[in-house]
């Protein structure tokens, strides 16, 4: 059953009219969702082990078992994994494995798979890979342990070790910086904080080149979260912190081709198998071996995927940004964000098979990271609320990417709405 015509909610923009929504999730048996986690079904918060999820939204997923997928540049494994934040709220990691309650998807950019049953996998990462990104977290500790000797003043003695562990992420495929709690102390001190990003941003080169010396030159590259955008060599640009905008926070050293956009194709080659028995792009397609402009990755598809198993696709995001800046004398739009490509992708995808893909976008900025622009809402004649402005720069009106659902709320209102449409969906 496909959605009914009129909804036509790839058309509209900041849409809050969630019954409709719901009414394409409940109808649509051809239907693939693929989800953000930090700030869509979990809040942003300072410290990554303070992270919580709801066992309800998790129970939920598996209603749409099959036509849900995670895609995070976060993991499911480690200390700082999902997949522990999930053991830690049933208390049994044994029954966590047993109920299959795992969120089944791509984590690490789109390098790290899992099932239900909490069986991951790196296809396409190598040993030499894993041993150089084991050794990162060490690396960023002395680094910050090195800035906090040269500036005793800026973080209590007793409190450096702390904020050092909530700061370094020791993830498998994607060790990562974290300057949340950093900034926490020193947001009235923005030079100093400056000079930690600078610091952190070095230190992601200096590892690159470390990397090239060991006969992995094309292995890594940093994803800056949030960013603005990429440069015309491909390099992701960082976005430096301003008065009450804490800019990049988060410094990731990935896997090369561990990008959200690649990992669409890697969940839709997975999708057409479930359907059809077959990989269009082969069994072990992997993002790694994925085309990494959007043109090229659309191209993909249309060569290679049947339009009359194309899905309807639902990208859930809250990393979009844009900033306008005036350029010799011509205003300049930097569009960023880590869910950006991705959602573009599947919007593209939507528009290339005309399958109405929707595009939904999660207001993350009322959690404990302070580097999202709220969504700014009105009323109209009726007095029904309504989105007047979005997450970007209002003067950024050429925005290719058009997010059509939204929702204000944040995290706790999309995760009781996605489970009021799972349980009706079982119902149906």
């Known amino acids: 059953?496909?959605?009914?015509?009129?909804?036509?909610?790839?058309?509209?923009?900041?849409?809050?009219?969630?019954?409709?929504?719901?009414?394409?999730l409940i109808e649509t048996e051809n239907v693939l969702i693929v989800q953000d986690l930090d700030g869509v079904c979990m809040g942003l918060v300072k410290d990554p082990l303070q992270r919580i999820i709801s066992l309800d939204y998790v129970h939920a997923s598996r209603h749409f078992d099959g036509h849900f997928y995670v895609?995070?540049?976060?993991?499911?494994?480690?200390?700082?994994?999902?997949?522990?934040?999930?053991?830690?709220?049933?208390?049994?990691r044994d029954l966590a494995r047993k109920r299959e309650m795992y969120l089944?998807?791509?984590?690490?950019?789109?390098?790290?798979?899992?099932?239900?049953?909490?069986?991951?996998?790196?296809?396409?990462?190598?040993?030499?890979?894993?041993?150089?990104?084991?050794?990162?977290?060490?690396?960023?500790?002395?680094?910050?342990?090195?800035?906090c000797d040269r500036h005793p003043a800026l973080v209590p003695p007793d409190?450096?070790?702390?904020?050092?562990?909530?700061?370094?992420?020791?993830?498998?495929v994607s060790p990562t910086a974290n300057l949340n709690s950093f900034y926490d102390r020193l947001h009235d001190q923005p030079e100093r904080y400056a000079q930690l990003q600078e610091e952190m941003h070095g230190?992601?080169?200096?590892?690159?080149?470390?990397?090239?010396?060991?006969?992995?030159?094309?292995?890594?590259?940093?994803?800056?979260?949030?960013?603005?955008?990429?440069?015309?060599?491909?390099?992701?640009?960082?976005?430096?912190?301003?008065?009450?905008?804490?800019?990049?926070?988060?410094?990731?050293?990935?896997v090369r081709g561990a990008i959200k956009e690649a990992g669409v194709l890697v969940l839709l080659n997975r999708y057409y198998f479930q359907r059809t028995g077959t990989y269009p792009l082969g069994e072990?397609?992997?993002?790694?071996?994925?085309?990494?402009?959007?043109?090229?990755?659309?191209?993909?598809?249309?060569?290679?995927?049947?339009?009359?198993?194309?899905?309807?696709?639902?990208?859930?995001?809250?990393?979009v940004n844009s900033q306008v800046e005036e350029v010799e004398g011509k205003l300049e739009a930097w569009r960023g964000g880590s869910d950006r490509n991705f959602l573009l992708l599947i919007?593209?995808?939507?528009?290339?098979?005309?399958?109405?893909?929707?595009?939904v976008y999660v207001d993350s900025s009322r959690g404990e990271v302070k580097n999202r622009k709220s969504l700014k809402l009105d009323a109209d004649e009726q007095g029904n609320a309504r989105v007047v402005e979005g997450p970007g720069d209002p003067r950024d009106t050429d925005d290719?990417?058009?997010?059509?659902?939204?929702?204000?709320?944040?995290?706790?209102?999309?995760?009781?709405?996605?489970?009021?449409?799972?349980?009706?969906?079982?119902?149906g």
């Not at 036509?8 to 969630?18: A, I, V, Y």
């Not at 409190?159 to 498998?172: G, H, P, Q, R």
Request: aromatic share 8%.
């Open 203 to 254: 230190l992601m080169e200096e590892l690159l080149e470390m990397a090239k010396t060991e006969g992995l030159d094309d292995s890594f590259f940093v994803h800056y979260a949030p960013n603005l955008g990429r440069d015309e060599r491909g390099f992701e640009i960082l976005r430096r912190a301003k008065a009450g905008d804490s800019g990049t926070t988060d410094f990731q050293f990935m």
């Open 159 to 172: 409190e450096v070790a702390t904020c050092i562990d909530a700061s370094v992420l020791d993830n498998k």
């Open 71 to 92: 895609l995070t540049n976060g993991e499911h494994i480690g200390t700082r994994g999902v997949n522990g934040i999930i053991e830690r709220a049933i208390g049994d």
């Open 284 to 319: 072990d397609f992997n993002a790694r071996e994925a085309p990494r402009t959007i043109d090229e990755l659309l191209a993909l598809v249309k060569a290679n995927f049947d339009p009359e198993q194309m899905p309807l696709m639902v990208g859930v995001g809250d990393t």
């Open 400 to 427: 290719p990417l058009m997010l059509n659902v939204a929702f204000p709320g944040g995290h706790l209102q999309y995760a009781e709405f996605f489970q009021t449409a799972a349980a009706a969906r079982d119902r």
């Open 104 to 147: 089944p998807g791509l984590a690490g950019g789109g390098v790290q798979w899992q099932d239900r049953n909490g069986e991951v996998s790196h296809p396409g990462v190598s040993d030499a890979e894993l041993d150089f990104l084991a050794a990162v977290p060490h690396r960023i500790r002395d680094r910050l342990q090195q800035f």
């Open 1 to 24: 059953m496909t959605a009914s015509p009129e909804i036509r909610l790839h058309e509209q923009r900041l849409s809050l009219d969630h019954d409709a929504f719901a009414r394409v």
């Open 347 to 359: 919007q593209s995808i939507g528009r290339a098979f005309d399958t109405g893909n929707i595009i």
